[in-house]
């Protein structure tokens, strides 16, 4: 990490923040709106200065809010540079890192707030509120995905799979893919007898994406492939209600054997352990990797893009999701209906705000029904259109547009990280989003996936996988891992497990003699004392269910 960069950057921010403070005359807005900032610590792109919709909400809203995000450093080394300076965005998700901020004193309790703002007390239910209370008793953070208002119209798969490419199913004739051995079977037959693109440039069958915290795209496949839920850091028996160390089973070592297998037949990407999350991007946009595991959030809003506007889409290098498991007895878990909260990070009030009831009423007003079609749908007329039942749906030019980057930044404002609705909108018609309204949905595809999902019986994503019911109250257990410090023993293990885990794991895959390392991993795996993490998130679990 460059520090004369980290500190630039942060440096910009801060020269920012002071500048917007309270009311004033920027980008050409009434002098009247109020400007907050924000900074999230997640790549992203900041909004053109004379953004149509994120000027449309002010004039609606007397407030508008400029984003920024992270920009060549990591979210910890941003968030331990405003911790240095004192001064703070009024808006941040600092993602795994808010704790830090929490311990630091730098976020506003929220639970005197909360009350006033009817939108915001709607979002969640008086016992999820709880859930967020830290150790001193108090609210500091609203967790913003994945809440759903009434019925969960889910069409995208918007979380971990295994993603295959729809020209590769449509080569072998749309084969059942079920199992670990049969995707890689398939891989390897499609590589072989495709080694290159139409261009010329050579396919790459499979790629995995290792750097940083991401590094779940490696390491937490063999929860889902004994048939598990998205627990994250364990596995969750919902019969005994015991927690399982997924690192450890007979089906961990059965996954990364299988990749072992692959990488030495030239199957897996030689530079999966070195690419930086930028590099992947690029070379999954290129449309040459066949298959990954992956989180769709994690690459489809860039790649999708991507792909649709070089005509790859056309060529089948969209990706659809398999139910794959290790073994074909097993019924897969990779999406689950309803919500789950995260209660580990969330949008959070920074000490340096000066007007936090103007703040917050801004939130609330991002959740009122017309300002959140704005936000998600655009502009009537413009960016969709409703037909005579009221169902809202986009032509072919309007999602076009939506493809293109240049209009986003100039024309659409999300504000997505802020607290947003899935599920139903109150007119009891259309989608909170529109890739959860199925209609729309599905006119938006590509030809190449239509054909794809029809041969599978299916119309969207989710059919693709099958649903299941939500795990139980404990879910998801990554909401209170995520969150583990070094101040307790558990803490400690788990922060260990991980830094062996990042040594090892590409080192089992690549190693010449995989038994000998798989020993050598799991001697060093023992040394972190993987148990107290167990046990602690064994409490964790009996505190959830009531024990």
């Known amino acids: 990490m460059n520090r ?34 924000a900074f999230f610590a997640v790549p992203g792109e900041e909004l053109s200065k004379d953004n149509d919709i994120r000027n449309i909400i002010a004039d609606k809203t007397g407030t508008m809010v400029l984003e920024t995000w992270l920009h060549g450093q990591s979210a910890q080394d941003a968030v331990a540079m405003y911790i240095a300076s004192g001064e703070y965005p009024d808006f941040i998700d600092a993602g795994d890192s808010s ?29 999820e509120w709880d859930l967020l209370r830290q150790d001193d008793g108090h609210i500091y953070w609203i967790p913003q995905f994945n809440n759903i208002k009434g019925e969960d119209t889910s069409c995208t798969h918007k979380d971990e799979a295994f993603w295959i490419q729809t020209r590769v199913l449509k080569w072998a004739g749309y084969p059942e893919v ?24 050579e396919n790459i069958p499979y790629t995995i994406l290792c750097e940083d915290w991401r590094y779940f795209c490696l390491e937490n496949a063999p929860q889902f492939l004994d048939g598990y839920p998205n627990d994250g850091s364990v596995i969750v028996d919902p019969d005994t209600l015991k927690v399982i160390d997924y690192n450890t089973t007979p089906t961990a070592k059965a996954y990364f054997k299988k990749l072992n297998e692959e990488f030495h037949k030239g199957i897996v990407d030689p530079q999966s352990f070195t690419q930086t999350y930028d590099e992947y991007i690029a070379k999954l946009s290129t449309g040459r990797v066949l298959g990954m595991v992956d989180q ?19 060529k089948g290098c969209e990706y659809v999701p398999l139910p794959i498991t290790i073994s074909e007895d097993i019924h897969n878990q990779w999406h689950n209906c309803g919500g789950s909260m995260n209660v580990a990070s969330g949008l959070a009030i920074t000490t340096s705000c000066k007007d936090v009831d103007g703040a917050l009423s801004f939130v609330n007003d991002l959740l009122d029904q017309d300002i959140h079609n704005l936000r998600f749908w655009g502009v009537s007329g413009t960016d969709y259109e409703i037909d005579k039942d009221g169902v809202f749906y986009r032509t072919n030019d309007q999602r076009m547009n939506l493809v293109s980057t240049s209009y986003k930044l100039s024309h659409m ?27 729309e949905y599905y006119d938006s595809l590509s030809e190449q996936v239509k054909e794809c999902l029809s041969a599978y019986g299916a119309r969207n994503y989710v059919d693709m996988l099958g649903t299941n019911e939500s ?7 990554f909401s209170y891992s995520n969150s583990m410090t070094n101040a307790t023993s558990g803490g400690l293990a788990w922060n260990l ?3 062996v885990k ?5 080192q089992v895959v690549m190693s010449d003699d995989f038994e000998a390392m798989w020993k050598k991993y799991m001697k060093a795996y023992k040394r972190c004392n993987p148990q107290d993490f167990l046990d602690e998130m064994q409490e964790e679990l009996d505190r959830r269910v009531g024990k």
């Open 4 to 37: 004369n960069r980290v500190i630039s950057s942060a440096i910009i921010v801060i020269l920012v923040i002071v500048m917007i403070g309270g009311n004033s005359f920027f980008f050409g807005v009434k002098k009247d709106i109020n400007i907050f900032s």
């Open 99 to 127: 704790w830090i901020l929490y311990e630091a004193g730098a976020l506003v309790p929220l639970d005197d707030y909360i009350d006033k703002y009817p939108n915001i007390k709607a979002y969640y239910s008086k016992e």
């Open 178 to 201: 079920r199992t670990l051995d049969q995707y890689f079977d398939l891989l390897e037959a499609y590589y072989e007898a495709n080694p290159t693109m139409e261009d010329g440039s």
């Open 296 to 314: 769709w959030w994690d690459f489809a809003y860039t790649v999708h893009d991507c792909l649709i506007q070089s005509g790859l889409a056309d």
């Open 413 to 439: 404002c999300n504000y997505a990280y802020f607290p947003h609705w899935n599920g139903m909108s109150d007119d009891g018609i259309n989608s909170n989003l529109p890739t959860d309204q199925p209609g």
């Open 471 to 477: 795990p139980g109250p404990w879910y998801p257990m």
């Open 497 to 499: 497990m991980g830094q």
């Open 502 to 506: 990042h040594e090892y794991l590409p």
